[in-house]
């Protein structure tokens, strides 16, 4: 299972590398530089400008930093509303939400998560909410995530 996960979340990094996110020439109120994905991961921060978000079964919401090599993801069904639900280890649930946390540098990668998800704004242009989750290390350790919140551009 371990590895599936890897191979995924590889397999959707590569994917939101090939895509191009503006598909258009519309100015939109909300400013590209207003988005982000910041949380303490083991008690030390980790920040993403512009995180990309991908509308496939379900919604992605991924900061990633190739020279760190450190990447969050955050998963929410693609009708997602306000509200606060539980972070479950559910990949093949489309309704689910989930979070997951992964270091290339360091191979540490997060299974078994849990937490919550508090989602406080959903317009056409923006979905703006909150996280924590911890998750298991494949090491017999933990990684906790804390703090965490996100600005993103909400796709359709």
Do not use: H, Q
Not at 62 to 81: E, H, Q, R
């Amino acid at each position: 299972m371990r590895t599936l996960k890897k191979v995924a979340l590889l397999l959707v990094l590569v994917t939101v590398s090939a895509i191009s996110f503006n598909c258009s020439s519309d100015s939109s109120s909300s400013s590209s530089s207003n988005f982000y994905l910041k949380c303490k991961v083991n008690g030390t921060w980790v920040e993403f400008a512009d995180p990309m978000v991908i509308n496939s079964l379900a919604k992605s919401i991924t900061g990633n930093d190739a020279d760190t090599g450190k990447v969050v993801t955050l998963f929410t069904p693609l009708d997602v509303a306000n509200g606060t639900y539980t972070i479950t280890d559910e990949p093949s649930n489309v309704d689910s939400y989930g979070g997951s946390y992964s270091d290339f540098n360091e191979d540490a990668y997060t299974d078994n998560e849990t937490g919550t998800m508090n989602i406080t704004e959903v317009t056409a242009d923006v979905i703006k909410g909150t996280f924590s989750f911890t998750g298991d290390d494949g090491n017999g350790g933990t990684i906790i995530v804390t703090e965490g919140s996100f600005r993103a551009e909400n796709i359709e």
